[in-house]
């Protein structure tokens, strides 16, 4: 009989994915969506959910994606999928940071079609099946026009 409780027993990651269109293109959405679910079935992870915030500008509240750092700083979250940084914001320094965000939850951002976003200075918490070490360092804040970088 196994111990459910050891520590050595593998742990399921649990997945969401964010989608923003902005201005709202159904088709397009779906498009993203459906890829990032290969995604997901790729890298070994539940269907992801999905906080979708389509239609709405970053300049003003993104309800779906406030729900989703909560989820993630509540630890109900461990990966999120998105397209890019630039559905948290457009200005690259403000999805750095909402990144760094899901960093310091403990939450790994995956971008579509399998990059690791990670924002500068901030460690892997944990590998994602297919993403071995040896990633180039990544530049600081005020190296590049963005402040992360996909690896």
């Known amino acids: ?3 459910l409780h ?25 498009y993203v969506r459906t890829a990032m679910e ?19 500008s970053t300049r003003g509240p993104l309800p779906a994606l406030e729900n989703l750092l909560l ?5 109900w979250v461990d990966v999120v999928l998105v397209p890019g940084p630039f559905v948290f914001a457009l200005d690259d320094r403000a ?7 899901f960093a310091r939850a403990g ?12 924002p500068a200075g901030v460690p892997r918490p944990s590998a994602v099946p297919g993403f071995g070490p040896g990633r180039p360092r990544l530049p600081s804040p005020g190296e590049d026009p963005a402040a992360y970088q996909a690896v």
């Open 6 to 30: 050891r520590a050595t027993r593998p742990t399921m990651r649990r997945a969401a994915m964010y989608l923003r269109c902005r201005p709202y293109d159904a088709r397009e959405a779906d």
């Open 38 to 56: 290969q995604l997901a079935e790729r890298l070994g992870l539940p269907m992801p959910d999905v906080y979708s915030d389509h239609g709405l």
């Open 95 to 101: 999805a750095a940071e909402t990144v760094r965000r």
């Open 107 to 118: 939450c790994e951002v995956v971008e579509t079609p399998g990059r690791v976003v990670r």
């Open 71 to 75: 989820a993630a700083e509540h630890r």
């Open 1 to 3: 009989m196994h111990d």
